[in-house]
């Protein structure tokens, strides 16, 4: 199970951190991954990090997201800087091994 957290309203310019707990012990074997979906869009990858620590971005995001995880808390973040109004989605957090798991989602709104 993944529990997402963290979303609200934000101004432009602004940050959130958004943690996505899961539960089970075998979490530090799992690739982690962020999507997003907006209001009539396709979800999309955010960013992801593999059980080795590597990363990737998407292109919208590089310089302004981070992703990290901390195995020994089952967590993993997405720190989000300088926001942008197009920023806004609900945001899904993603366990891959052989099999996807996805949580809920929680919603990010970026509007002054």
């Known amino acids: 199970q993944l529990v997402e957290s963290g979303g609200g309203l934000v101004p432009p310019g602004g940050s959130l951190r958004l943690p996505c707990a899961a539960s089970g012990s075998t979490f530090s074997i799992y690739g982690m991954s962020w999507y997003r979906q907006a209001p009539g869009k396709e979800r999309e990858l955010v960013a992801a990090i593999r059980s080795g620590g590597s990363t990737n971005y998407a292109d919208s995001v590089k310089g302004r997201f981070t992703i990290s995880r901390d195995n020994d808390k089952n967590t993993v973040y997405l720190q989000m800087k300088r926001l942008k109004v197009e920023d806004t989605a609900v945001y899904y957090c993603?366990?891959?091994?052989?099999?996807?798991?996805w949580g809920q989602g929680t919603q990010v709104t970026v509007s002054s």
């Open positions: 993603k366990a891959s091994r052989t099999t996807d798991y």
